[in-house]
T-cell receptor
Framework: EPEVTQTPSHQVTQMGQEVILRCVPI?????FYWYRQILGQKVEFLVS????????KSEIFDDQFSVERPDGSNFTLKIRSTKLEDSAMYFC??????????FGPGTRLTVL | DAKTTQPTSMDCAEGRAANLPCNHS???????VYWYRQIHSQGPQYIIH???NNETNEMASLIITEDRKSSTLILPHATLRDTAVYYC??????????????FGQGTELSVKP
C-alpha cells in the first residue's frame, strides 16, 4: 500500500540554522500539507499546497517558513532561522481530491 | 468549521467494543464528520468519515444521530494496538483547494488486557 515518507526521522540543529524537512507524498495525490505537534500538545496545521502554490497557511507559518515541490515528487518545508520553539514533530500529509489525508511518520526537529 | 467536544479519556477492555462519543452541535448541513487516530506520536491515521448516514469499514463504524449533533465511533473488538488518541473533526469536504484538518485534544483511549 502506498504511503507518505519523510526524511530525516530526527533532525538536531542549532538555533539560527536553516533546516529542510523532506516529504515524498503518495504519487497520485494532488494536495499537500504540513502540520506540527509540539510535545504534549495538539497537532497544528501549518500550510496547504496545491498546483504549485500555497492554498492556505496558519499564523504559525510566518516568513521564516517556506514550502516547495521542486521536482514533482518531493515536498519540502524549510525553516530559515530556527528558534527553540520550533522544536516539534513535523508531519507531512497528502490527499487526492475528495479523499482523506494520509500522514507520514513525521520528523522530530530538536533545536538546541 | 464546527467545534467538537470529546471526553478527555476512556478505558476499554480488550475484546470489547469501544464506543467513543463526539458532540458537534453546531455542525452545518455541508459538514462531514471525520475520525482520525494517533498512536503514540506517529502520524495521524484516517479511520472513517460520514455525512448523515451510518458508515462502516474494516476499521470501525460511525453512527451519526439523526439531527447530526453528535456521533459515535465504534471499534467493535478493541485490541491493545487500538490504544491511541482519537480525534473527531468536522469540516466541509471541499473536494478542491484547502481541506486543512483542525485537531482538538481528542479522546485518549486505553485498551486494557
Amino acid at each position: 500500500e502506498p504511503e507518505v515518507t519523510q526524511t530525516p526521522s530526527h533532525q538536531v540543529t542549532q538555533m539560527g540554522q536553516e533546516v529542510i524537512l523532506r516529504c515524498v507524498p503518495i504519487s497520485n495525490h494532488l494536495y499537500f500539507y504540513w502540520y506540527r505537534q509540539i510535545l504534549g500538545q495538539k497537532v497544528e496545521f501549518l500550510v496547504s499546497f496545491y498546483n504549485n502554490e500555497i492554498s492556505e497557511k496558519s499564523e504559525i507559518f510566518d516568513d521564516q517558513f517556506s514550502v516547495e515541490r521542486p521536482d514533482g515528487s518531493n515536498f519540502t518545508l524549510k525553516i530559515r532561522s530556527t528558534k527553540l520553539e520550533d522544536s516539534a514533530m513535523y508531519f507531512c500529509a497528502s490527499r487526492r481530491r475528495n479523499n482523506e489525508q494520509f500522514f507520514g511518520p513525521g520528523t522530530r526537529l530538536t533545536v538546541l | 468549521d464546527a467545534k467538537t467536544t470529546q471526553p478527555t479519556s476512556m478505558d476499554c477492555a480488550e475484546g470489547r467494543a469501544a464506543n467513543l462519543p463526539c458532540n458537534h452541535s453546531t455542525i452545518s448541513g455541508n459538514e462531514y464528520v471525520y475520525w482520525y487516530r494517533q498512536i503514540h506520536s506517529q502520524g495521524p491515521q484516517y479511520i472513517i468519515h460520514g455525512l448523515k448516514n451510518n458508515e462502516t469499514n474494516e476499521m470501525a463504524s460511525l453512527i451519526i444521530t439523526e439531527d447530526r449533533k453528535s456521533s459515535t465511533l465504534i471499534l467493535p473488538h478493541a485490541t491493545l494496538r487500538d490504544t491511541a488518541v482519537y480525534y473527531c473533526i468536522v469540516r466541509v469536504d471541499l473536494g478542491g483547494r484547502g481541506g486543512k484538518l483542525i485537531f482538538g485534544q481528542g479522546t485518549e483511549l486505553s485498551v486494557k488486557p
